[in-house]
């Protein structure tokens, strides 16, 4: 049996806000849209899978 674990993780979708000590192109602040940025979940649980395979004695 092969048990395979790993941190959950979640999408999240929104605008990105930068924010510059100087001017950048004229502007301190800059917007990217619709970013979706991929990272581990706030709750600290485990997606766990168990996969049956054959034994090898």
């Given at each position: 049996?092969?048990?395979?674990?790993a941190?959950?993780?979640?999408?999240?979708?929104?605008?990105?806000?930068?924010?510059?000590?100087?001017?950048?192109?004229?502007?301190?602040?800059?917007?990217?849209?619709?970013?979706?940025?991929?990272?581990?979940?706030?709750?600290?649980?485990?997606?766990?899978?168990?996969?049956?395979?054959?034994?090898?004695?």
């Amino acid at each position: 049996m092969d048990i395979f674990a790993a941190p959950m993780r979640q999408k999240v979708r929104g605008t990105y806000e930068m924010h510059f000590g100087d001017r950048y192109y004229g502007h301190y602040y800059w917007y990217v849209h619709n970013v979706v940025v991929d990272g581990p979940d706030s709750n600290p649980a485990w997606d766990a899978k168990v996969q049956e395979t054959s034994t090898d004695c």
